[in-house]
DNA sequence: TTGTACGCGTTATCAG
DNA sequence: CTGATAACGCGTACAA
C-alpha cells in the first residue's frame, strides 16, 4: 500500500507539500495537480493510523448500547448518525448485550483507540468503567439511563411522566387494579417509571401497597414471570402497566397463555413504542419516546462537549407520548 | 495520558521490558512486577493507535450491515460477536442504512483505519469501492447478498429452495392465483426468491406469466405498493409469497387497508422471521434463516481468511425452514 | 534476559 | 510557499 513517500516521490515534491495538498493548505496549483495525479495514479489512501497518531485525535464516535436487538436504540442510533456525519465524525456500533462486562470491554476498546467520544446506553449500574473513561478525558454521553456519581452529560426522557401518562389513562379507562411490571431496581429508568405509577394512582386517591408490583429485568421471559405472579396473587389486576417493550411481549405471551382476552380481561400499557404496535390484535397501547430526536440530541450533546470540554454537564430531558390504541380501551 | 516511558521510568526499566510484560514476553519475575506496579500506579492504558500503526495491523472487525433496523441483520451480529470475541477481535458495527454512498464511506474508513476484516451486506449491485476493499488486501466477507465480479468469500441463505418452499406451501393449501412480491432486480436474493417461486409453479404444472409478480425495494412502502398494485390487477391474486420482511409488513398493512382478511381472502407467506410473527392476528407464517448460524459461519470464514488471504474464496450456503402458522392456511 | 535505537506513516515546526 | 526533520507511542531487531 502507497504511503505519502511514494506519493512525495512521483509528483516529485516534498512529503510537506503532499500533507498540504491533503489537508487543504494552500499550495502552488501546478504543484498540487501534481500530487492529485500521484494520489490517484498510486491508488494512495492516507493511513488513519497514523494521522490519528500524529494528530493525537480520531474522528471516531463510539456507540456502545445495551442491546442491538432493541429497535428503541437501532432507531436511536438514525440520529446519532445524521447528526456525525454533519460534524464530520464516523459512527461505529458497539453491542454490549446487556452485559456489563462487554460493555466495559467496549470502553476499554474506545479509550485504547483513543475515539474522539462515546455515546452510552448504560448496561448496569457499575460506573468504575465509566468514570475511568470520563476520568480520562474521553467526552462521553449518556443516554436513556442516569448513573449516580457520573460526570457526564446526560439524554433522557421523562420516564415519569410518560408511566403516569400511561397509569392516568387506565385509570380513567375505569380499570381498578392496576398492576406495574417495572425494571430492575437500580436502573434509573425502572424507579422512575415506577415512581410515576405510583404518583398517578396517589393522584386518583388509590392506596398502592406494593402488591402489584414486580421488579422484573427488562427482558421477555422477566416481563413473563412477573405477569404469572401478578395473575397468581390474590389481588389479580385487571389491568398492567409494563415498563418497556420487551417486558410486554412477555406479558402479552403470558395472557395468550391464559386464555385472557385484552383488554376485556386485563388492559395493558407498554412504555416504548413497538413497530408492529398496530399489528398485534388488539393493537397495543404504548408510550413513545422520540428515539430519533434522542439520538440527535445525544449526538449535539457529545459535540459540544468535544468543543468545550470543561464546561458542566448538562442534562437533557424529552417528553414521552402516550399512543392509545385497542389494548387499554375498556369496552361498554 | 501516560505512555509506555513513563511506565518505565517508574519501574525503573527500559521501555522494551514494558513492551515484553505487556505482551507477555518471558522477563524476570521480579521486573515483572515493578512494571504492573507502575502500570496500575500510572492508570496506564497501551495506546492502540501506536501499536496499530507499528504492528501494520488491528484487532477490529468491522461489520456493515445495510439496515439496523431490519431485525435479520442484528441477529446476525451475535452471531459474529460471539465468534470474533473468541477469536480476539472486537466488533464494530457500521450501518450503510441501505445507502450504496454510506456503505461506500464505511468502506474507505475501515480501509483507512486498517481494520483487521470487513464483513458486508452489500446494499447496492455497486463493486467498485468494495473490489478496492479486496484489492487492498483487506479481508472480506459477503453476508446475504452476492455480488458478481467480486473476489471475496460469501456466506448465504438458500433462497431458491427458501422461496419453493413458501410456493409449494401455498399450492398445497389450495390456493389458486399466487403472487410473488420479490425485491430489487440487481440483489441476487430477489432474483433468487423470484426463481424459487417460479420453480415450484412449475413443479405444479402452473404457468406464470409475470403477470402476479412485482419488483419493490425490500422495504415496508415498497411492499405496500406492491400488494395495491396487485389487488387492482385483474389477475387478483388469493395468496402472495413476499420476499423479505419489512415488505411483508407492508403487504398485511394493505391487506388490512382493503378489509381483506387472511388468509381467508388472501393468503401470506414471508421470507425472513418476523419476532412477532407469533403475535399478529392471525400468526404470520414465514421462511427462517439461521441468522444467528450464519453470523458465526461469516465470522469463521472471515477468521479462515486472515489465516490464509491467499486460498480461494469460499461460498457458504445455509438452508432455510418454514414456519407454518395462521396466514397461510386454507380454512376448510 | 535486558537495553538501545530504529521505524511504522503522518503532521507540525522551523528554516529557507 | 516549500522542504527537511522531529515528534506521536509503540514493538522489535540487534547488541550487550
Known sequence: MATIYDVARHAEVSVATVSRVLNGSSVDPAMAERVTQAVTALRYRPNLVARNLRTRRTRLWAVIISDVRNPFFTDMVRGIE???SAEG??????NSDEDAAKEADYV???LAERMAGVILSPSSGRTTHINSLVGAGCPVVLVDREL?????????T???QGAALATRHLVEQGFERIACVTGPQEYSTAAQRLRGYR??????GRDEDGSLVRFADFREPGGHAAMTSLLDSPMRPDAVFVANNLMTIGVLRCLAEHALSVPADVGVVGFDELPW???ARPTITTVGQPTYDEGRAAAEALA??????DTEPTRTVLSTSLHVRESSLRER
Open 277 to 279: 404496535a398496530e399489528f
Open 82 to 84: 445524521d447528526v456525525a
Open 148 to 156: 449516580g456519581g457520573v460526570r457526564a452529560d446526560a439524554v433522557l
Open 304 to 309: 459540544r462537549r468535544i468543543g468545550s470540554p
Open 199 to 204: 404518583a398517578a394512582l396517589a393522584e386518583a
Open 158 to 160: 421523562d420516564n415519569e
Open 89 to 94: 465524525y464516523s459512527v461505529v456500533l458497539c
Open 108 to 110: 476499554d476498546v474506545a
